[in-house]
């Protein structure tokens, strides 16, 4: 029999729809052992998380997280809101007993990562980080042909975040939908926003990380913040790029800007094995790129694999509609979800949990740390 699982979502902005809207589906297309049920939004205004409410389906809301912590009704807590507060609202989640799912990245630094997963771990409520990418089903299915051994050897490693949208001077840092610019709430810029997500899934992919050399850079040192009003220092990096060592003897390039004039959301990634290549564009985020130098060299040549077929083979895919036609960016949210879901059904954890999420934010903290000294760097 499916059981309720009672959700409070912090936070209702560009996340809080997108892990809405998974909560809603997830059960539609998956048969899991539990339902989540919308028990209770929470955000500073009363009236626009009341006008969430009703679009989303919530039963109830909340203005202070605090008081959604406190209700005995909520079993698993979603934390939806800028980076500053993942830490204070994980810990008082765990000591209260809810599960935890936290938006990327984990935390501010490794530091209040560590914390977060000592919290997690010693009050032993299941807990994720929405490391999203991971389940788009031409990823996962990278993950498995990496795994049956098809690539071989691996020698490089690429992957590219870029975007273009803070590249006017005029465009204010901190407050809502502008967090991103201020140190004080992101952490960091590029690295901790868009290069999480390409580190977390190369280590997923390709093992983990030791050393690596990085530069950044602050192309508009100042800008008006919106909540003092006043013209202040930029503090995170609009660029990063960096080179690492992975475990398994490849190596790695990164590199994220929001300084990319025409790109949007360019995350790419390519993989050079001794025996094929694999290749994934989340422009094109059902397709998987794939060259086996295996094949009859006459027809030997990239495969362009449109990862929506039904059999089993490719992943998530059976759960959605006929084979040829496509899912998009907000199934890879459904897909944790579910997965989440399952690992409560059968008490195993949901990669990545906090203690895997915190590699990340280790890699993270080396390559700002390598940025400032201009000296290889470990990872602590
Ligand atoms: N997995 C992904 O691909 C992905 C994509 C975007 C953002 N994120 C992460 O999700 C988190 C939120 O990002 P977003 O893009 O949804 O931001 P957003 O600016 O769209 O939304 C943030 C929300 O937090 C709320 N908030 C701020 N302070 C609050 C407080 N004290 N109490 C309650 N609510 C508060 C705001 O009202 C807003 O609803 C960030 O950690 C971000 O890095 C992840």
């Known amino acids: 029999m499916t059981k309720p699982l009672n959700i409070g979502l912090i936070g209702y902005g560009f996340m809080g729809r997108a ?10 297309f998956f048969e899991l052992p539990y339902r989540p049920v919308l028990k209770v939004v ?60 936290c ?40 993950k498995q042909l990496i795994e049956e051994g098809r690539l071989g050897r691996i020698f490089h490693y690429r ?5 273009d949208w803070t590249i006017s001077a005029d465009l204010p840092q901190g407050g809502a939908g502008l967090w991103r610019l201020d140190a004080t709430a992101a952490g960091s810029g590029v690295t901790g926003d868009l290069l999480a997500h390409c580190i977390d899934t190369a280590i997923w992919l390709n093992g983990s990380i030791n050393n690596v050399t990085a530069m950044t850079e602050t192309f508009i040192k ?39 004039r025409g790109h949007k959301a360019l995350y790419t990634f390519e993989i050079n094995g001794e025996k094929a290549s694999i290749k994934w564009d989340l422009h094109d985020l059902h ?16 495969r362009s694999i449109h990862v929506t077929d039904h059999g089993g083979e490719h992943p998530y895919m059976s759960h959605w509609w006929v084979p040829g036609l496509q899912i998009g960016y907000e199934h890879s949210f459904v897909h944790q979800v579910a997965d989440f879901l399952e690992g409560l059904g059968k008490g195993q954890p949901t990669s990545p949990t906090f203690r895997e999420a915190l590699e990340t934010q ?17 990872v602590g």
């Open 287 to 302: 397709r998987l790129e794939y060259f086996d130098h295996g094949d009859e060299g006459k027809l030997r040549a990239w």
């Open 42 to 101: 929470c955000a500073r205004s009363a009236e626009s998380v009341k006008a969430f409410a009703e679009t989303w389906g919530y039963e109830s809301i909340e203005t202070d997280w605090r008081k959604l912590l406190e209700r005995k009704d909520i079993d698993a807590v979603d934390i939806c809101v800028p980076n500053n507060l993942h830490k204070e609202i994980a810990i008082a989640a765990a000591k209260a007993g809810k599960m935890v799912l």
């Open 19 to 28: 892990h809405s809207n998974a909560y809603r589906r997830v059960n539609n």
């Open 103 to 142: 938006e990327k990245p984990l935390s501010m630094n490794a530091a209040e990562g560590e914390e977060m997963c000592q919290a997690v771990e010693q009050a032993g409520v299941a807990n994720t980080v929405w490391y999203n990418y991971r389940r788009v089903p031409a990823v996962t299915m990278a």
């Open 362 to 378: 280790k890699i993270c903290d080396a390559v700002l740390n390598s940025a400032k000294s201009g000296q290889w760097t470990d």
């Open 159 to 163: 992957a590219n975040f870029l975007q």
């Open 222 to 260: 100042e800008r008006k913040h919106t909540i003092s009003g006043k013209v202040e220092k930029v503090g995170i990096d609009d660029a990063c790029a960096f080179l690492c060592r992975f475990n398994n003897g490849s190596l790695g390039l990164f590199e994220s800007t929001r300084y990319a």
